[in-house]
Antibody, heavy 114, light 106 residues
Framework: QLVESGGGLVQPGGSLRLSCAGSDFIVSDNYMSWVRQAPGKGLEWVSVIYSGGTIYYADSVKGRFTISRDISQNTVYLQMNSLRAEDTAIYYC??????????WGQGTLVSVSS | YVLTQPPSVSVAPGETARISCGGTNIGTKSVHWYQQRPGQAPVLVIYYDTDRPSGIPERFSGSNSGNTATLTISRVDAGDEADYYCQVWDSGSDVFFGGGTKLTVL
C-alpha cells in the first residue's frame, strides 16, 4: 500500500511537500512516480525516481518540483516550489517494477489559490 | 507523443465496449490501460498491450497494432462505468497518457 500526505491549500508562489509512505511495499525496489489530475481533467505524469536513483520530471514542473526518497523511512517525497494555480490537482503516488503504474495511493489534494 | 482517445463511448448492458487509443506507430510501443471510477484512484486493467493483472476479469482484453491500441470490455455491466485511460512509457522521461474515455452503460 502507498499512503500520501501533505496536501492542502497554498497561495500562488508558495511551497508544499508531499509524502508517500510504503506499507508492505519497498519504495527503493520500485519505480516511484507522482501522477496528478486537475479537477475534471485527465491524468498527467509529473515525476519518477527509478530504483537506481535516476530522476526525471515533466516539462511543466521541471525546475520547480523535486522528487526524493528516504530509504530508512520507506518514503518518497515531492517538494513543490513556486506553485501556480495550474498545479491544483489530486496528486497520486504510484509504484511499479515495470514501465506502467501498478500500485496507486489514494491521492492527496493540492489547491493553489489566493 | 500524442495519444488520442474518444471522449465517450456508450454501450448497452451485456454488449461489448471497444475503446481506442490512437498514436503514430503505437503498435511498436507497449500500451497500458487504467480504469478510474468516480472519486477513486485509477486501477491498472491491462499492461503490455494484452496482459491482465490478477483480479481483473477476463472480460477485459487489449490489442495493439499499427496506429491504434484497443481496450475491449465484453459483457459490459453497470460496474464497468468509469473513465478509461491508455498510457505509454516510451523511455526514462517520456511518459504519456491519453485524454481519457468516459464509458457509459446505457
Amino acid at each position: 500500500q502507498l499512503v500520501e500526505s501533505g496536501g492542502g491549500l497554498v497561495q500562488p508562489g508558495g511551497s508544499l511537500r508531499l509524502s508517500c509512505a510504503g506499507s508492505d511495499f519497498i519504495v527503493s525496489d520500485n519505480y516511484m512516480s507522482w501522477v496528478r489530475q486537475a479537477p475534471g481533467k485527465g491524468l498527467e505524469w509529473v515525476s519518477v525516481i527509478y530504483s537506481g536513483g535516476t530522476i526525471y520530471y515533466a516539462d511543466s514542473v521541471k525546475g520547480r518540483f523535486t522528487i526524493s526518497r528516504d530509504i530508512s523511512q520507506n518514503t518518497v517525497y515531492l517538494q513543490m516550489n513556486s506553485l501556480r494555480a495550474e498545479d491544483t490537482a489530486i496528486y497520486y503516488c504510484t509504484g511499479s517494477r515495470n514501465y506502467f503504474f501498478q500500485y496507486w495511493g489514494q491521492g492527496t489534494l493540492v489547491s493553489v489559490s489566493s | 507523443y500524442v495519444l488520442t482517445q474518444p471522449p465517450s463511448v456508450s454501450v448497452a448492458p451485456g454488449e461489448t465496449a471497444r475503446i481506442s487509443c490512437g498514436g503514430t506507430n503505437i503498435g511498436t510501443k507497449s500500451v497500458h490501460w487504467y480504469q478510474q471510477r468516480p472519486g477513486q484512484a485509477p486501477v491498472l486493467v491491462i499492461y503490455y498491450d494484452t496482459d491482465r493483472p490478477s483480479g481483473i476479469p477476463e472480460r477485459f482484453s487489449g490489442s495493439n497494432s499499427g496506429n491504434t491500441a484497443t481496450l475491449t470490455i465484453s459483457r459490459v455491466d453497470a460496474g464497468d462505468e468509469a473513465d478509461y485511460y491508455c498510457q505509454v512509457w516510451d523511455s526514462g522521461s517520456d511518459v504519456f497518457f491519453g485524454g481519457g474515455t468516459k464509458l457509459t452503460v446505457l
